[in-house]
Nanobody, 116 residues
Framework: QVQLVESGEGLVQPGGSLRLSCAAS????????MGWYRQAPGKQRELVAE???????TYVDSLKGRFTISRDNAKNTVTLQMSSLRPEDTAVYYC??????????WGQGTQVTVSS
């Protein structure tokens, strides 16, 4: 069992930056790939970025250059640094833990609102 808790919720103006964090507890964190997904109102949950247990990163093409995912296995955390935020980035952001090719655990989500 892995417990995931996101933090970093906030309201930010367009063009601003925000950092989300996800703290993991339970099974060895380093053995899981970790990902950030987001879900906007009325839309399906979508992948934002993923980082493998070895540190290889994957991003949705449309977000490359604005979002950066990283992990600290010593602290059992994964972060998502977001910059040049746009109103369309407004969503609930979820942290997930993946192993065996699918996401097994999810956090409760954290709200990001981009608005002037």
């Amino acid at each position: 069992q892995v417990q995931l808790v996101e933090s970093g919720e906030g309201l930010v103006q367009p063009g601003g930056s925000l950092r989300l964090s996800c703290a993991a507890s339970g099974r060895p964190f380093s053995t899981y790939a970790m990902g950030w997904y987001r879900q906007a109102p009325g839309k399906q949950r979508e992948l934002v970025a993923e980082i493998s247990s070895g540190g290889t990163t994957t991003y949705v093409d449309s977000l490359k250059g604005r979002f950066t995912i990283s992990r600290d296995n010593a602290k059992n955390t994964v972060t998502l640094q977001m910059s040049s935020l746009r109103p369309e980035d407004t969503a609930v952001y979820y942290c997930g833990a993946k192993r065996g090719g699918f996401y097994q655990y999810w956090g409760q989500g954290t709200q990001v609102t981009v608005s002037s």
